[in-house]
Structure formats: C-alpha cells, structure tokens
C-alpha cells in the first residue's frame, strides 16, 4: 500500500507540472468563468444555456485532461526508462499500474475540483438571491458523477497504454469514450428499425453490454431542466458508482495481466 | 502456462458480461427514466435526417448552447426573408434542445402561417407538421401550459373547422397551473364553436366566480378588467342563448316565440369556376346575404388525397414533424368574401408549381361555409350551428355531425386545369357551375363599393328578400322556410 502511495503521489506531481495539462485546465476554467456572457444567446433560457455551457466544457475538458494525462502514463516509465528504477525496488508490477492509475486520478479530481468551484462560484454570483446550498449541492452533483465518469475513461486509457502507443491509445480511448457516450441511443435507432436482422440486433446488444456506458453518468438533464422529480436518486448514484468501480477493477486486473507479460 | 493464462482472459470477459447483464438489467433503465432527455426515441427517430456531424453535436454536452446559437441564426434568416432555411433550424434545435418552449411555439407558427404562394394563401400541407411539432413541444414540455395552448390555437384559428380539436387542447392547457387568466377565456370560445354551449356558459360562469374571488382579494386594475370581460362575455353568450332561441329549441317550444334564427334563411348559395388561362381560375357565385362578414370556404385539391374529408383534411393525420410537404399533393384552400350579395375571385396557382403540382388525372372543387366559424352577427341569424341557415339546394347536415352547414362539390380535370387537348386556349372554356347558378347582370358590382345595408347602390333593386329584411323581430316569416 506504501509502494501504490508512493507511485500516487510522485503522478499527481509529475501531473500537475505538465503544461499541457495545466493550459487546459486553464481553458476550461476561464470559458466557464466568462460563460454568464453568452447567455444572451437564449431569451428565457438563459439560465439553463449557461448550465449547459458551463457542465459540457467541465466535462469535455475533463475528457480531454483524462486521456492526455493516462495515455503518457506507462509509455513515458519506459521511454525514460524510470520504469527499470522502479521496478528493481520492492514494487510488483500491479502496484505500479494500479499507483500511477490512483496518482492520475486524484490529479484528475484536483483539476476537476477546480473547474467545480470555478463553477458554483460563477452561480453564486449570478444567483445571488435564489442561491442556497441546496441548488449550490445539486449542481455540484453533476461535476461529481463526471469524476466517477472521467475515472472510468481513466481506467481505459492506462488499460490501453500497457500495449499500445500513446497515439493510438490516444483515438482509442477517446473512440471508446465517445461510442460509450453514443451506443445507448444508437442502440435504441437499432432496436426499433423493423428492417434489421435479428442477428445484428443482438450484436449491437452484446456491443452495448461489454462496452463501458459512459452515457449513464450524464445526469445534467434533471439539473438543466429542472421540471421533474428523480426517483430512487441515491440509489442510483450508488449503482453507477459500483459499476463503475466494478468496470475500473476490470480494467485493472486486465491491465495488470498484459503489463506483467510484458517486456520492458 | 497457457492454461493459465486463458482461464485468466476467460474470468475477465465473465466478469465484463456480468456488469453487462447488470447494467442493463438494473442501472441503465433507471437512468433512462429518470435521467436521460425525454422522447429520447422520438428525438432519434428524427435525427436520422440529420448528417452525422449534427448527430455527434446532438449527443455531446452543449445541446442548449448549440440550440441557442441555432436559433439566433434562424432570427437572422427570418429578418432576411429566407423562411425554408429556418425549418431545418427549427428541427434540429427542436431536437438539440426539446426544452425550447419559445422554438417550438414560434416553429408551429412559422410552418403553419409563413409558407404561403405568390397571393399570400397558406401551403396547408404543412398544417399537419405544425401540430405534431406542436403535440411533440407538449409531451416534452407537459408542465406548462404553453404548447398545449398554441397547438390549440392552430385548430382554433388557423384549421377554423374542428374545433373539438381546439377544446381537447385547450382543455389540456387549463389543467395546467401556469394558465394566465386571459388563455382561459378562450377555451370559453372554443366550447361555442365546437357547439357546446351549455358547457360554454356554465365554463364562464366559472370563470367568472373565480375572477370575481380574486378581484375582492386583490382590487388592481388587471383583476377587475379580467372580471369584466368575463362578465360580459357570460353576459353576451346568455343573451345570444335567449336571441338565437337555444333553449327553446332544446325545451321543444321553439316554434311558441319568435326567434332570431327561426325561420331558417335561405343563403341561396351558388358557384361557378371558370379556367381562364393553365392554373387560373375565376370562382364567382351567389350568396344571399349582404350585412358584410361571409367567407366562403373553396379547396381546390387531388380528388383521391389521401386524409381528405369533405371542405378539409385530417389536420392530424401525421405523427411526424416533416420538413417537406408531400411534393406531389395539390391543396389550395381560400376564402371567398362575399360582397353585394355574390363573390368573385381570380385564383392565380400558375406561379407556384411546387405548392400546385397537378400531378393527378382528377380534381374536387367543394364550397363550404359553416355558421359555426362566422362572425357573431351572422350567428345572431344563423344560429351557433346553422338551424337559421339553409339552401335549397345545398344545405348539408351529414359532412359536419349536429351541424347544418352548406357544401357544394364540382369535379374538374387535370386537363381542364392546365387547359390541354380539347380545352386548349382559342377552344373550348371550361367552366363548371352549381345548381341554380345566376350569371350576374351588367349593372352588378361594377364599383367595388360594399353596399351597406338601407344603403343599396343606384340601379340596384333587391329582387327577393335578404338577410336584412328577415332579420327584423315580428317581420313575419323568412323567405324560405327549411
């Protein structure tokens, strides 16, 4: 636990001096900080148009900081062959992997964490009068479950870093996150068009079931639009949030397998 | 080893199978309920008209920003005048963002009022579009009032017929806690229309309890003008009960007292269309009434349309929101103003062959005017569904159920239209008339003048009774007795 500490921690550094990471985080932070200004766009929308703004270039940019952070995380061990260094130590193989997954997370989580508080700041100030901590809660909710999301594209990325290039992981964990974020209401097009056979029905299916579902962490849609009443909300949340850790153990252990095989 | 090693991958794609069944047993139809945009289907069903790129940016998290920068630029095409570029706009923001109440009311009119030929008459073959946008926009945005109310008064104003459909909607957006008090009132409107008037005078006496609660709890200029108008018009609807003799008719004593609309008038309607050039054709006809306010109804459309019905069609007929109206169908629809008793009107369809393709061999012309769409004076004679009204040869009591309404119906043909083969300009003029039809004579609207009634014009006796004369209480019986 010591040795996947100390991996974490020497990630979450090497992390946060990255100047690629840190312009786009910074990026993100300054679009959602402006965001009140393009909220003219929308007469009697304006609030749910800087809602949605504001949440979807929080979570494309940390799309974005969770690929470019993990698809360099294993390969640059080895180019700078660190890698020999710390693996002639008391360190296994699966705590390195699973250390640097952990250091890229709780990095990803400080970015995050930031654009978040960028964001409840921006509301509090628009919303002066009707802010309470309830809606201020209730915003702070979606950014969360897009943590647990970006944990999960996390996991893909160092689960595709231990055998292919940067690149190539690069389109393939953001193809991945793009079809889990779109398969759901592909996969409905699918099921309803009468003139598909059957076989390609339940390919799409099977398709749906192995792919992570990267779309079911969007719960923006309640927030932006306020107008319904969620039911079994917690319970939800803790779902989403097993399965996700379920989905990130997966992963790993998949992960682990192929690094332990590997020639470094 | 190897075993090992497979046994290894065999567990982990279990264990991805398990999440699987897992997710989608239990955690994905709870997201798609609770979570995920409303008539996702719906919405998908019609993005595959929409390129992909639109697709990806439809699915992406911007949807709302996207679908505001969208409709600013539908504002900039509308200021320019380029209306076909705003439907795809309308569709895809609609799509984009199904929260856009503004969009969606703003589209229903756009579809069903702005698309118009060269004489400014609407391409009703968008009208269906207009209410499933509409019907769509209230699923979507079923807490509101607001699209059950304007889907309403597509069927109210602009269908102008069926107005069962109009109290269906309106009564919709009644039930809805966000109502203004001036949108109730109509739905008092529609209730008459629709020929509910007992209902329409019960729903405003309702109303105006209400408004009354709320003036003695609140005196501002707004509550007592809501309490007015809703006192006159109880007040308006009571009288016209008494006048128009509904509750005699409906006591059975209706022939004990004299009534406005007893005995029925004969509005002695006839028609006549001539084809004087391709696609132009004069209407001209008789109309036996001359206080100003008729209109008669003419279609001109494919004789075997598919959802036609006698003087319309089923405005519901189609679910889906189309941004194209089905290329091969003609429908015209116009209002004829009747003006010293006859009407007369130049129909120009030659400069507009996409809204008039004439692909058919047949066409139906139909005449139709019905009481319940008139202005209040002539229901005063008329009555709210036409026992003041008949014609001796076209009175009709079975295209409109509970209505007595006039409808007349001509045949022509392709050929006749387009003037082809035997009915080529220098041959023979096609020209087709309703029963009874009288030619006008010389001296006959040759000012357009609209001769007032006790005003009539010089050179210009009235040859039988009109309208005028019946209408006077105890002036004896009508012309025509039904």
């Known amino acids: 636990m010591k040795a996947i500490y100390a991996i974490a921690s020497t990630t979450v550094g090497e992390a946060i001096r990255r100047k690629v990471l840190l312009v786009i985080l910074l990026i993100g932070v300054l679009i959602v900080a402006i965001a009140p200004g393009l909220s003219v766009l929308s007469a009697r929308q304006e609030l749910t148009v800087l809602k949605s703004l504001t949440l979807g270039i929080i979570q494309m940019t940390s799309a974005t900081i969770a690929i470019v952070l993990t698809v360099y995380l294993i390969p640059n061990e080895i180019e700078r062959r660190t890698i020999y260094t710390i693996l002639s130590k008391p360190v296994q193989r699966w705590q390195f992997l699973v250390g640097k997954y952990m250091g890229a997370v709780a990095a990803l989580g400080l970015m995050m964490g930031l654009m978040t508080v960028t964001l409840l700041v921006v509301f509090f100030i628009m919303q002066r009068d009707q802010a309470t901590m309830t809606t201020m809660l209730e915003l702070a909710k979606v950014p969360m479950m897009y943590f647990i999301q970006m944990s999960l594209l996390a996991a893909v990325a160092v689960f595709f870093s231990t055998f292919v290039s940067p690149i190539v992981n690069f389109f393939m964990a953001g193809g991945t996150f793009v079809v889990g974020m779109m398969f759901s209401s592909v996969l409905e097009t699918i099921k309803t068009n009468s003139e598909l056979p059957q076989a390609l029905k339940a390919l799409a299916t099977l398709i749906h079931s192995i792919i992570p579902n990267f779309q079911m962490f969007n719960v923006q849609n309640p927030v932006i639009n306020s107008t319904s009443q969620i039911k079994g909300e917690t319970l939800q949340y803790v779902n989403l949030g097993l399965y996700a850790v379920f989905y990130i153990a997966v992963l790993l252990i998949g992960g682990i397998l192929i690094f332990d095989r590997k020639e470094v | ?482």
């Open chain 2, 1 to 482: 080893m190897k075993k090992r090693r497979t046994l290894q991958l065999g567990l982990l794609l279990a264990l991805l199978f398990v999440q699987g069944f897992w997710v989608r047993a239990a955690v994905f139809p709870t997201w798609t309920k609770e979570y995920s945009e409303k008539k996702t289907t719906e919405n998908i069903d019609n993005l595959t008209k929409i390129d992909p790129a639109q697709m990806l940016a439809a699915l992406a998290g911007f949807r709302e920003m996207i679908a505001g920068i969208l409709w600013v630029r539908a504002d900039a095409f509308f200021d320019e005048g380029n209306y076909d570029a705003i439907l795809p706009i309308i569709r895809l923001v609609t799509i984009l963002d199904p929260k856009q109440i503004d969009v969606y009311a703003t589209g229903m009119w756009h579809i069903g009022y702005n698309f118009t030929d060269e004489e400014s008459r609407s391409d009703r073959r968008y009208i269906p579009s207009a209410l499933a946008l509409g019907a769509e926009g209230a699923r979507a945005n079923d807490y509101t009032y607001e699209l059950f109310f304007e889907t309403g008064w597509i069927w109210y104003h602009k269908i102008d017929d069926d107005y069962e459909k109009a109290v269906d909607w309106f009564e919709q957006a009644n039930d809805k806690i966000d109502i203004q008090p001036a949108r109730r009132n109509l739905l008092g409107m529609a209730y008459q229309r629709a020929g509910k008037i007992d209902r329409a005078r019960e729903y405003y006496y309702e109303l105006l309890q209400e408004a009354q609660e709320v003036f003695d709890n609140d005196s501002r200029f707004h509550n007592l003008q809501n309490r007015d108008t809703l006192e006159q018009n109880h007040d308006n609807l009571l009288v016209r009960m008494a006048m128009r003799g509904h509750w005699a008719r409906e006591g059975g004593f209706i022939d004990e007292f004299q009534y406005d609309t007893e005995p029925p008038f004969d509005v002695g309607f006839s028609a006549k269309v001539t084809v004087e050039e391709p696609k132009v054709i004069t209407v001209e006809g008789t109309w036996n009434v001359r206080p100003v306010g008729t209109r008669v109804r003419f279609i001109l459309r494919d004789k075997n349309m598919e959802f036609a019905k006698p003087a319309g069609m089923e405005w519901d007929s189609d679910e889906r929101v189309e941004l194209d109206p089905p290329k091969d169908v003609t429908f015209l629809q116009e209002l004829l103003f009747v003006k010293n008793r006859r009407f007369t009107k130049r129909i120009d369809m030659s400069r507009d062959p996409t809204m008039y393709p004439f692909v058919q061999d047949d066409y139906v012309i139909e005449f139709y005017y019905n009481p319940r769409s008139s202005p209040p004076h002539m229901q005063d004679k008329f009555g709210f569904n036409g026992h003041g009204l008949t014609d001796k040869n076209y009175l009709n009591t079975d295209v409109r159920e509970g209505q007595r309404v006039i409808f007349a119906q001509l045949e022509i043909s392709r050929d006749q239209i387009l003037r082809r083969g035997t009915w080529e300009i220098g041959r023979d003029t096609p020209s087709m008339q309703t029963k009874g039809y009288v030619e006008r004579t010389a001296s006959e609207n040759k000012i357009g003048l609209i001769k007032l009634p006790g005003q009539l014009g010089e050179g210009v006796k009235p040859e039988e009774p009109t309208l005028l004369q019946s209408e006077t209480h105890g002036a004896g019986p009508g012309p025509v007795s039904d």
